[in-house]
Every structure is written in structure tokens, then in C-alpha cells.
């Protein structure tokens, strides 16, 4: 079965420290990659999408994700966070035509 | 345009009654998946239609869960009858059909609370 695995499940960080969040997955095919946001009280949203070509895309807010098909890996990443990026942040792995696998998540506190 | 709308936004009801979870997707948007979390854990899948037809329930945790897409517009999830392990928050998502790389989206979710 395909998994997805979200390696930190509690991230604390001061205002203007860069993020790194890691998103693992097994699946041996084609694969579109996503992260999702979901901020208090909102709905999921999407963060920032791969599909193909370049392996770093870019999304909203300034974040950036970077696909490495050698290491299954869609790690998401911001230089300097802001106190409005403390969310709930979801990795999220779409072998097309197929259902969407997500990971566990990861809450992101950011400190003013 | 309107998003994915779910209905109700919370629903606290007793073991052993029955809910009723609503989803209507966007407008065209021939998938549609459940999903739900449990607090803490993964959003775990539950099942996807593609139009009316089921194309994957193999999320569905047992029979107590029915869903139906009559019509291919919006959805329903029955829970009968609701167990405590069934609390959690119920997600749905649509994303259009015939195109191998599209995003899903996803409605506010209906809190549900078993007691």
C-alpha cells in the first residue's frame, strides 16, 4: 500500500527562522505531489502543487517544495516564517487517477 | 465560483444514533473522495466517486458507513449506527475528471463528536 511519511509532527520556530518540513513517500510510479495548508479554523488549502518539469516549484506565501525522485521525496521549505504561517501542514501524494494518500501532518507554531 | 460546501459544519450525537453527512462539490467536478481524521492521526481515505459510480470504497471502514452520489452532484455519508470511534472530521474533495494532474479540493469538513 502507498504511504506517506511527514517526519515532524511538532514544529516550534521563531519569527524569521527558516522551515524545512520532510515529506517521504512509497509509490514506484507517476505521482503528482502536493502540500496542503490548514490554518485555525479554516479549510484544507492548497500550499503548492508538482506535477512535472522543474523539481522546485514554487507556491503561495513564499514556500517552496522540492521533488527528489531518487530519495521519494517532497520536502517543503521557507527561509523566514512568519507568525500567520503557524498551521497544520499536510503532504500529500496522487498517483493520477487515483485517490489522494496523505501524511500524518505536521503542526507548525511560529513565535512572535 | 463556490467551493466544496459540506453540511453540517459540527454534529455531536449519541452511540447508536444515525448522521448524515452532506458534501456538495464544485460545479462540473466529477470525482469526489471522502476522507476522515481522526484526532491527531492521518487523513485517511475513505472512498472516491467518479460521477455516481463508486470508483474505490476500500476506505470505507465497515458497513455501517454508506455513501451515495445519486445524480453525480453532491454526496451523502450515513453513519447508522454511529459508534465513539467514528468521532473525527469528515473531509470531502472534488476535482475535475479527464485530466491526469489536478488538484483536489477540499470542503471545511464536518466535526463529528460521538458520545
Same mark, same amino acid.
Given at each position: 500500500?502507498?504511504s506517506?511519511s $511527514?517526519? %515532524?509532527?511538532?514544529?516550534?520556530l521563531?519569527?524569521a527562522? !527558516?522551515?524545512e518540513l ?16 490548514q ?6 488549502q ?5 506535477f !512535472?518539469?522543474d523539481p522546485?516549484v514554487k ?9 527528489? /525522485?531518487?530519495?521519494? =521525496?517532497?520536502n517543503? #521549505? /521557507?527561509?523566514s516564517? $512568519?507568525w =500567520?504561517?503557524? +498551521?497544520?501542514?499536510?503532504? +500529500? &501524494? %496522487?498517483?493520477?487517477g ?7 501532518g505536521t ?6 | 465560483e463556490?467551493?466544496? @460546501?459540506q ?9 447508536? $444514533? @444515525? &448522521?448524515?453527512? #452532506?458534501?456538495?462539490p464544485? =460545479?462540473g ?8 481524521r481522526?484526532?491527531? /492521526? ?10 455516481e459510480?463508486? $470508483?474505490?470504497e476500500?476506505?470505507?471502514? %465497515?458497513? #455501517?458507513f454508506?455513501?451515495?452520489?445519486t ?5 451523502t455519508? /450515513? ?10 472530521v469528515?473531509?470531502?474533495?472534488? =476535482?475535475?475528471?479527464?485530466r491526469?494532474?489536478?488538484?483536489a ?5 464536518? #466535526?463529528?463528536?460521538? &458520545?
Amino acid at each position: 500500500a502507498q504511504s506517506v511519511s $511527514q517526519h %515532524n509532527h511538532h514544529v516550534i520556530l521563531s519569527e524569521a527562522a !527558516s522551515l524545512e518540513l520532510g515529506c517521504n513517500y512509497s509509490y514506484g510510479g507517476t505521482v503528482n505531489l502536493f502540500w496542503y495548508v490548514q490554518y485555525p479554523g479554516q479549510h484544507l488549502q492548497l500550499l503548492l502543487k508538482y506535477f !512535472s518539469g522543474d523539481p522546485l516549484v514554487k507556491g503561495i506565501k513564499g514556500f517552496e517544495a522540492e521533488f527528489i /525522485k531518487s530519495k521519494f =521525496s517532497f520536502n517543503l #521549505r /521557507k527561509p523566514s516564517v $512568519q507568525w =500567520s504561517d503557524t +498551521a497544520e501542514y499536510f503532504c +500529500a &501524494v %496522487n498517483p493520477p487517477g487515483n485517490q489522494f494518500y496523505f501524511g500524518t501532518g505536521t503542526s507548525l507554531t511560529v513565535i512572535p | 465560483e463556490a467551493g466544496v @460546501t459540506q453540511f453540517p459544519s459540527h454534529s455531536v450525537i449519541e452511540k447508536g $444514533q @444515525t &448522521v448524515t453527512l #452532506r458534501c456538495d462539490p464544485i =460545479s462540473g467536478h466529477d470525482n469526489l473522495y471522502w476522507y476522515r481524521r481522526v484526532m491527531g /492521526k492521518e487523513i485517511k481515505f475513505l472512498l472516491h466517486f467518479v460521477k455516481e459510480s463508486k $470508483q474505490d470504497e476500500s476506505g470505507m471502514p %465497515n458497513n #455501517r458507513f454508506l455513501a451515495e452520489r445519486t445524480g453525480g452532484t453532491y454526496s451523502t455519508l /450515513k453513519v447508522q449506527p454511529a459508534e465513539l470511534e467514528d468521532s473525527g472530521v469528515y473531509f470531502c474533495a472534488s =476535482s475535475p475528471l479527464g485530466r491526469g494532474h489536478t488538484e483536489a479540493f477540499f470542503g471545511q469538513g464536518t #466535526r463529528l463528536t460521538v &458520545v
